[in-house]
């Protein structure tokens, strides 16, 4: 029997996806009730006190410090399994290496112009209130954060840009030869 490196891909995806998810299912049960039982320790009755929603948010930030320290787990993951089955198909295909290259070298021609274009200018929300704290961050972080969320931001318009461009020649094409 042959080992079929995409089936077995697929099917470890699955799997750690659920094993993290019944562990993620017990974290939440989990804090929930560490919140209950602190309140029953200080005697809180009232669960829309003000004791009792402090109590219940600070739990909540755990499960979420939880579920986005998972998000960055399946994110190196898949990051991983990816560049792995690029990897081997370039090296069961060595003609599709040069268009390979290509196109990464595209990318990052289209990154380092997003990245230039970018502003690092601080961010505000609605409130007008700066999006990073200076508390959290020193200034140099929340620069760098900054400038590359606008790259990142910048290459997305880019892209969908290009995308659209594409589109509409293609359209144009198709109603030319018809």
Request: charged share 15%; proline share 1%.
């Amino acid at each position: 029997m042959k080992l079929n490196i995409k089936d077995l891909a697929l099917k470890s995806i699955v799997g750690i996806a659920f094993i993290l998810a019944l562990i993620g299912g017990y974290k939440i049960s989990n804090y929930k009730e560490k919140a209950h039982a602190i309140m029953e320790q200080q005697n809180i009755t009232d669960r829309t006190s003000d004791e009792a929603v402090k109590i219940i948010n600070e739990s909540s930030q755990s499960a979420a410090s939880y579920f986005v320290n998972l998000g960055i787990v399946l994110l190196v993951i898949g990051l991983f399994l990816v560049l792995a089955s690029t990897v081997y198909n370039m090296l069961m295909n060595p003609k599709g290496l040069k268009k390979t290259l290509l196109g990464l070298a595209i990318f990052v021609v289209l990154l380092v112009v997003a990245y230039f274009l970018a502003d690092s200018a601080e961010m505000f929300g609605a409130a007008n209130q700066p999006l990073l704290s200076r508390e959290d961050y020193s200034q140099e972080q929340i620069t760098s954060l900054t400038k590359w969320s606008g790259a990142g931001l910048n290459l997305t318009y880019i892209l969908l840009s290009i995308s659209g461009l594409l589109f509409v020649v293609d359209l144009f094409k198709s109603l030319i030869k018809s």
